[in-house]
């Protein structure tokens, strides 16, 4: 089939959503689908093909703030230009927001099916950095976004409820999958250990962006127990500042590739406090390389950890539990262990191939679905 591809964020930004769509646009390149990729230009690194998709960019500005954020400029015309031209079977929209918004629009002009993928917490984001006033005008931007689409994909329970509870149809959830060749018990590198914790200290893992809404503020609760060392994978606008808050904590910086699959290994706990997780898959990864977690519970990670089995969750701003929960498992060698074997055998068969493989079925769906209420529509006039 022919599938348009927009893209809120793309290369050469790493993140969750840019990750899940290499994935994607992998699996239909074995598929033998042909795919374009519209999303914000970078100014470097500007590939015009990736993994045998055709990449198209838009002109684009920094997010003030955090400027590897770039947000795509023009209008609608333009996008139903494009769409027009390469006549996609579907219109997949990855976790729109604004370039999301007028594709929307521009497919819905062509009479185009769209599937639109929930995957960013926007209103969330706007109260977390400040500007609650905002959060009922970013919500009126995503349920205008998933009422246009023909199926709305969210990537936890969580998430399912919570646009469904803002009144947005035909919700279906769509998870995440989880390289569990790439990340695995087996990378686990003493090297790495004596690297980052000489003493021997029990290592305290997290890895994601150093931004406020992971709420890394929260890590102070857990920053200076007794034997053990704080590791912060990843960069973001709260860098230098969080380097001067924790300064007895490893900073490794941005890490890919193996590289990161052996720092996750070889932590002996992951922690994760951020509240907007619309899923986290950072979670999935640390349990596929044998690492329990202790996570805030709220939204994705209320599917991704059981506790009591593969890690803690603990209430939203409960740092006191936060802290007695990473005791707990650091300071119990067994617990731990018993912890991590069960959050590794958790993550298995969560392939990316089944995962992608489901989206395909979403797709005919969708197609589905529109040509139905087309037909429908026309016979009612």
Not at 245 to 266: K, W
């Amino acid at each position: 089939m022919k599938v348009a591809i927009i893209a809120e964020s793309f290369l050469p930004l790493m993140n969750g959503v840019t990750h899940s769509l290499l994935k994607i646009l992998h699996h239909l390149a074995e598929r033998g689908d042909e795919v374009l990729v519209i999303a914000p230009s970078a100014k470097q690194h500007e590939a015009t093909e990736v993994a045998g998709a055709r990449v198209l960019r838009l002109p684009a500005v920094p997010l003030t703030g955090y400027r590897n954020l770039r947000v795509a400029v023009g209008g609608v015309n333009r996008l139903r230009v494009l769409l027009n031209e390469f006549q996609p079977d579907v219109v997949h929209l990855a976790s729109p927001f604004i370039l999301g918004w007028r594709a929307a629009q521009a497919a819905q002009q062509l009479g185009l099916p769209i599937v639109a993928v929930y995957q960013t917490d926007v209103p969330g984001y706007a109260a977390k950095y400040g500007v609650p006033f905002l959060e009922n005008k970013a919500w009126e931007r995503v349920e205008n976004i998933h009422l246009a689409a023909t199926r709305t994909l969210a990537p936890s329970s969580h998430a399912v409820t919570e646009l469904r509870s803002h009144g947005i149809p035909r919700v279906q959830l769509w998870p995440r999958g989880v390289d569990t060749v790439r990340f695995h018990p087996a990378k686990r590198s003493q090297l790495f250990r004596q690297q980052v914790a000489p003493g021997g200290e029990r290592i305290i893992g997290y890895v994601g962006r150093l931004a406020l809404e992971k709420q890394l503020e929260d890590l102070a609760a857990i920053s200076e127990l007794p034997g053990t060392k704080l590791v912060i994978v990843g960069e973001g606008p709260l860098g230098a500042e969080l380097r001067n808050r924790f300064p007895d904590a490893y900073f490794t910086g941005f890490l890919d590739g193996e590289e990161l699959a052996v720092a996750v290994a070889s932590f002996d706990l992951f922690v994760h406090p951020g509240e907007l997780e619309t899923f986290c898959q950072t979670i999935q990864e640390a349990m596929a390389s044998g690492v329990p977690v202790v996570a805030t519970g709220r939204g994705g990670p209320l599917d991704l950890v059981e506790s009591s089995k593969t890690g803690w969750l603990y209430p939203p701003g409960e740092l006191a539990q936060f802290r007695s929960y990473v005791l707990d498992l650091i300071g119990d060698d067994a617990k731990r262990e018993a912890f991590a074997t069960a959050a590794f055998r958790t993550v298995q068969g969560r392939t990316w191939q089944a995962v992608c493989a489901r989206l395909i079925e979403h797709y005919h769906d969708a197609i589905a679905e529109h040509a139905m209420a087309t037909t429908s529509m026309k016979g009612s006039r």
